[in-house]
Nanobody, 116 residues
Framework: QVQLVESGGGLVQAGGSLRLSCAASGSIFSINAMGWYRQPPGKQRELVAHITRGGSTTYPDSVKGRFTISRDNAKNTWYLQMNSLKPEDTAVYYC??????????WGQGTQVTVSS
């Protein structure tokens, strides 16, 4: 199993930046990819960034050029750098790990609120 703990959320003004962290523990060797997702109030959860074990990244158009996913192997931590934040980025942000065995694990989420 993999345990994930997000941190770094908070309240920020539009145009500001935040960096979210996702600390992993447990069967870290089995993590094949990591994704950051968000769920705005009253809406479905959506993918905002994805990184493979090989370092390939993907982003939806809504955040491309503003969000960057990265990892620190030494700290077993994945990051989501969010710049030029907009009020519509307000959501609970989750990380999700994808295992080489086909399992997936979610963190508990961290709230990001962007004020206009």
């Amino acid at each position: 199993q993999v345990q994930l703990v997000e941190s770094g959320g908070g309240l920020v003004q539009a145009g500001g930046s935040l960096r979210l962290s996702c600390a992993a523990s447990g069967s870290i060797f089995s993590i094949n990819a990591m994704g950051w997702y968000r769920q705005p109030p009253g809406k479905q959860r959506e993918l905002v960034a994805h990184i493979t074990r090989g370092g390939s990244t993907t982003y939806p158009d809504s955040v491309k050029g503003r969000f960057t996913i990265s990892r620190d192997n030494a700290k077993n931590t994945w990051y989501l750098q969010m710049n030029s934040l907009k009020p519509e980025d307000t959501a609970v942000y989750y990380c999700k790990s994808f295992s080489i065995y086909g399992n997936a694990y979610w963190g508990q989420g961290t709230q990001v609120t962007v004020s206009s």
